[in-house]
C-alpha cells in the first residue's frame, strides 16, 4: 500500500479556516498504518505525513491564543536537546546556549513551540556544515531567540517564504503578533537568523507546565518528529 490516496484526500482537506482537528485525526489514522506496516519505503511515508502536519500547523494559527506564563528558557532546553537527539544518527549537531536567569514572559506556548522548532528545522536544513548553533538571550525587555549556520540563504527564498505558508512564515506571524520582530542575514557563507518577542509579567497568570524530554520524545505525530522530518 502507497497511500497515494489517503495522503491526496488529507491535502485536499487543509486550507485556512480548515476543520484541523478532524485532519489532524485522519492523519493520525494514516500515521498509524504506516508504522504498522510492513511497507519497505515507510522512511519516504513518515516524511510525507509529517510535511502533511507541518502544513496544517502552519495554518492553524489561532484567532485568540491562550495566555501563560511561559517559561522560555526551559522550553527552548527541552526542544532543542529532544531535536538533538533525533538527529543524532545525523552529521549536524544542535549547540545550545542560554542566559545563567531563566526568562519567562506571557504567551501561548504553542505559538511559542511552533516558531522555535520551525526556526531548528529551516536552519538544519540549510545548514552545510556539521553544527546549528541556538542562542536565547535577554536583550532589554526583549527575549531573542537566534539561530547561526554555515551556508547561505538566498534573500529572494526568504521573502518568497515569508509570502507562504511554511515555516518563516509562522514566525513572522507569531513574532508580529506579540509586537516584536523578524531578522535574517546571510552572507553566502554562514546565515544568521533571529526572532524576538517582549518579556512581560505574567505573574497573575498561570504557569505553563513546559514538557519533559521524555514526554517529547515519546509522541511520534509530536512537535520534534514533525520539526525535523
Known amino acids: 500500500?502507497?497511500?497515494?490516496?489517503?495522503?491526496?484526500?488529507?491535502?485536499?482537506?487543509?486550507?485556512?479556516?480548515?476543520?484541523?482537528?478532524?485532519?489532524?485525526?485522519?492523519?493520525?489514522?494514516?500515521?498509524?498504518?504506516?508504522?504498522?506496516?510492513?511497507?519497505?519505503?515507510?522512511?519516504?511515508?513518515?516524511?510525507?505525513?509529517?510535511?502533511?502536519?507541518?502544513?496544517?500547523?502552519?495554518?492553524?494559527?489561532?484567532?485568540?491564543?491562550?495566555?501563560?506564563?511561559?517559561?522560555?528558557?526551559?522550553?527552548a532546553e527541552n526542544l532543542v536537546f529532544?531535536?538533538?537527539?533525533?538527529?543524532?544518527?545525523?552529521?549536524?549537531?544542535?549547540?545550545?546556549?542560554?542566559?545563567?536567569?531563566?526568562?519567562?514572559?506571557?504567551?501561548?506556548?504553542?505559538?511559542?513551540?511552533?516558531?522555535?522548532?520551525?526556526?531548528?528545522?529551516?536552519?538544519?536544513k540549510h545548514s552545510h556544515g556539521d553544527y546549528v548553533g541556538i542562542c536565547?538571550?535577554?536583550?532589554?525587555?526583549?527575549?531573542?531567540?537566534?539561530?547561526?549556520s554555515s551556508g547561505n540563504f538566498p534573500i529572494d527564498n526568504y521573502f518568497h517564504s515569508l509570502d507562504g505558508r511554511g515555516g518563516l512564515n509562522f514566525i513572522s506571524k507569531t513574532a508580529k503578533f506579540y509586537n516584536g520582530c523578524m531578522l535574517m542575514n546571510s552572507d553566502g557563507e554562514k546565515t544568521s537568523f533571529l526572532f524576538s518577542i517582549p518579556i512581560v509579567n505574567a505573574d497573575d497568570f498561570p504557569e505553563y507546565r513546559t514538557p519533559d524530554i521524555d514526554e517529547l520524545l515519546f509522541d511520534r505525530l509530536g512537535v520534534i518528529y514533525e520539526a525535523l522530518y
Not at 482537528?21 to 519516504?44: G, W
Not at 545550545?96 to 511559542?112: G, H, N, R, V, Y
Not at 538571550?137 to 547561526?148: K, L, P, Y
Open 82 to 124: 529532544c531535536c538533538d537527539a533525533v538527529l543524532c544518527e545525523s552529521e549536524k549537531r544542535l549547540i545550545f546556549l542560554a542566559d545563567s536567569d531563566d526568562i519567562f514572559t506571557l504567551a501561548d506556548p504553542k505559538l511559542i513551540t511552533r516558531a522555535i522548532l520551525n526556526a531548528v528545522s529551516n536552519s538544519v
Open 1 to 75: 500500500m502507497n497511500f497515494c490516496h489517503e495522503f491526496e484526500q488529507i491535502n485536499r482537506m487543509i486550507f485556512p479556516d480548515a476543520d484541523f482537528p478532524c485532519v489532524r485525526e485522519k492523519l493520525q489514522a494514516v500515521f498509524d498504518e504506516i508504522i504498522l506496516s510492513d511497507c519497505t519505503c515507510k522512511e519516504d511515508l513518515l516524511k510525507s505525513a509529517f510535511f502533511l502536519l507541518r502544513k496544517i500547523n502552519n495554518l492553524d494559527f489561532p484567532e485568540k491564543p491562550c495566555k501563560y506564563k511561559c517559561n522560555l528558557t526551559q522550553l
Open 136 to 148: 536565547l538571550e535577554r536583550i532589554g525587555d526583549r527575549a531573542v531567540f537566534s539561530f547561526e
